[in-house]
C-alpha cells in the first residue's frame, strides 16, 4: 500500500485580501492555516510538509504546537510553482502520492484527504486524484509523484498542478462536498464562511 504524504502550501502574500495576511485572519477563533493544518493531523496521511514563504515566522507561530514539518521558500515571489516543487521534494521518496493542500482552505476535513489517498490506492496508476463539486474540479489534489515528475520540473510561475493535469485522461475524479470548491480569497469570502449570529 503506498505512502502519502501532505503538502501544505502556506507561502503566499495573500495580496488579493487586505492588509492582514489571508492566512493569519481568524475563523472561529483560530489563523485560517492552523484549520487546514488540524485536517491535515487529523488524517491518516504522513508525513505533513508545511511551505512557508512571505509571512513564514507569523505562519509558523500560527502552527505552534503540531506536529509538522516545516520548509522556508525563499522564492515565494516567483509563484505558486517554486512552493509546489519545493514541498514536494521535501517528502520522502517512499511517498507516492502527495495532497497538495491550500493554506487558504478551512473546510476542508479529514475525511476528504484520506478519501483521495483511499482512491489512490485502489487504483495507484491514475496521475492524480481530484475532487469534484457540482461538475467543477477543486482541491486539494492528489499527485502520483513518479508519473508527474518529469512535468512538474518544469513547472514555473505562479501555477499550481492544474495546467499538468489539463487534458490528461489519467486523471481518477472523485465526487464530494462543496468544502472543496470553497477557498478564501477575500474578506468577502471569509464572511461568507463566519458563522451567523
Not at 173 to 194: F, I, Q, S
Request: hydrophobic letters at 50%.
Amino acid at each position: 500500500m503506498p505512502d502519502i504524504g501532505i503538502v501544505l502550501l502556506a507561502a503566499g502574500r495573500g495580496t488579493r485580501f487586505g492588509p492582514e495576511p489571508k492566512l493569519l485572519v481568524r475563523l472561529d477563533g483560530k489563523p485560517l492555516v492552523r484549520h487546514a493544518a488540524e485536517a491535515a493531523l487529523a488524517s491518516r496521511l504522513r508525513p505533513i510538509v508545511v511551505v512557508l514563504g512571505a509571512h513564514g515566522g507569523a505562519v509558523r507561530g500560527a502552527l505552534a504546537g503540531l506536529d509538522l514539518g516545516f520548509v522556508e521558500n525563499s522564492a515565494y515571489a516567483e509563484g505558486l510553482s517554486t512552493s509546489l516543487r519545493l514541498g514536494l521534494g521535501h517528502l520522502p521518496e517512499r511517498c507516492a502520492g502527495a495532497v497538495v493542500l491550500l493554506g487558504d482552505m478551512p473546510l476542508i476535513r479529514a475525511d476528504h484527504l484520506d478519501r483521495l489517498a483511499d482512491a489512490f490506492r485502489a487504483e495507484p496508476h491514475h496521475a492524480a486524484v481530484v475532487p469534484v463539486a457540482g461538475g467543477r474540479r477543486g482541491n486539494p489534489v492528489l499527485l502520483n509523484r513518479a508519473t508527474l515528475a518529469p512535468a512538474l520540473a518544469f513547472l514555473s510561475g505562479d501555477r499550481g498542478a492544474g495546467p499538468l493535469l489539463a487534458g490528461r485522461d489519467d486523471i481518477r475524479e472523485l465526487e464530494m462536498d462543496e468544502a472543496v470548491a470553497r477557498d478564501v480569497d477575500t474578506l468577502e469570502a471569509l464572511a461568507a464562511l463566519a458563522p451567523k449570529p
